[in-house]
């Protein structure tokens, strides 16, 4: 087992494959948090697009821009977690081109990043390997992808067809040959992520795909009852958005009646 107070990097993502050492990634967006999470143990800390909804009230994620990405990753990198910090490349800042993904994805590394994950699959191969060949380590992501919501006709579980499943095999070998060390497989049978997972040699990320992964990965504010309509597939372990509520509660009324701040809290 590698041992807890190592700094993770992608090569420790890929040892813990090699291990057989589940992986354990949460999303994280700002200081506070992306430091309780580094206490907690986790391997790796997603500065997640998924901000948009979750934190900033968007629809979807396909409105948030690539300056307020990488604000948060500079606010999780200020917690200088053990955790690997991988920065989410918003919609439109790699599709274009690989020197488009090149400049910005520098961007998210110099804003402390230590890889950065982009959704899809054969379609954005040269992106990759630009990244790669810059010295970029970068994470993949297939299956549901968020930004193409609009395409896939919601979000849907994919990998139902015969041919979403030929498609998703083909996407993970393609990432796997053009260099990514690990890939999100987001919302798709179990049996497909099973079948990827044994086919690849670098670590499968697993969220709302079953057990069969190395490793799995949770937004923050679902696993907190922080979302008030959390995804099926999430598991709530914690329900802090009714905790703050009873704090923020008890707080108007002692100051509605005269008890706070009491003696203690001025000279």
Same mark, same amino acid.
């Given at each position: 087992?590698?041992?807890?107070?190592?700094?993770?990097?992608?090569?420790?993502?890929?040892?813990?494959?090699?291990?057989?050492?589940?992986?354990?990634?949460?999303?994280?967006?700002?200081?506070?948090?992306?430091?309780?999470?580094?206490?907690?143990?986790?391997?790796?800390?997603?500065?997640?697009?998924?901000?948009?909804?979750?934190?900033?009230?968007?629809?979807?994620?396909?409105?948030?821009?690539?300056?307020?990405?990488?604000?948060?990753?500079?606010?999780?990198?200020?917690?200088?977690?053990?955790?690997?910090?991988?920065?989410?490349?918003?919609?439109?800042?790699? !599709?274009?081109?690989?020197?488009?993904?090149?400049?910005?994805?520098?961007?998210?590394?110099?804003?402390?990043? !230590?890889?950065?994950?982009?959704?899809?699959? !054969?379609?954005?191969?040269?992106?990759?390997?630009?990244?790669?060949?810059?010295?970029?380590?970068?994470?993949?992501?297939?299956?549901?992808?968020?930004?193409?919501?609009?395409? @896939?006709?919601?979000?849907?579980?994919?990998?139902?067809?015969?041919?979403? !499943?030929?498609?998703?095999?083909?996407?993970?070998?393609?990432?796997?040959?053009?260099?990514?060390?690990?890939?999100?497989?987001?919302?798709?049978?179990?049996?497909?992520?099973?079948?990827?997972?044994?086919? @690849?040699?670098?670590?499968?990320?697993?969220?709302?795909?079953?057990?069969?992964?190395?490793?799995?990965?949770?937004?923050?504010?679902?696993?907190?009852? @922080?979302?008030?309509?959390?995804?099926?597939?999430?598991?709530?372990?914690?329900?802090?958005?009714?905790?703050?509520?009873?704090?923020?509660?008890?707080?108007?009324?002692?100051?509605?009646?005269?008890?706070?701040?009491?003696?203690?809290?001025?000279?």
């Amino acid at each position: 087992m590698l041992f807890l107070d190592e700094k993770i990097t992608m090569r420790k993502f890929i040892k813990k494959k090699e291990l057989k050492e589940k992986i354990v990634m949460i999303t994280a967006y700002d200081t506070p948090f992306a430091r309780i999470a580094d206490k907690a143990g986790v391997d790796s800390i997603l500065v997640g697009d998924s901000l948009a909804m979750v934190v900033l009230g968007m629809e979807n994620t396909i409105n948030v821009s690539l300056r307020t990405m990488i604000d948060h990753v500079k606010a999780v990198a200020r917690a200088k977690p053990r955790a690997l910090i991988v920065g989410d490349m918003p919609f439109m800042s790699y !599709e274009v081109s690989s020197k488009q993904a090149l400049k910005n994805a520098s961007l998210m590394i110099k804003g402390g990043a !230590e890889a950065v994950k982009l959704e899809g699959g !054969e379609e954005i191969i040269e992106q990759v390997k630009s990244l790669v060949r810059a010295g970029i380590p970068v994470m993949g992501h297939i299956g549901l992808t968020p930004q193409r919501f609009l395409r @896939l006709g919601g979000y849907r579980m994919i990998g139902k067809k015969p041919f979403e !499943e030929e498609q998703l095999l083909r996407d993970a070998e393609a990432l796997q040959e053009a260099g990514v060390f690990s890939i999100v497989v987001e919302y798709t049978l179990s049996e497909v992520a099973r079948k990827i997972t044994e086919k @690849l040699s670098i670590p499968t990320i697993c969220i709302g795909s079953g057990p069969y992964c190395d490793g799995q990965v949770l937004v923050l504010h679902d696993l907190l009852g @922080l979302t008030e309509k959390p995804p099926s597939f999430a598991k709530k372990y914690a329900d802090l958005s009714k905790i703050a509520e009873e704090a923020i509660s008890k707080y108007a009324s002692e100051v509605r009646n005269g008890i706070f701040p009491g003696k203690e809290h001025y000279t």
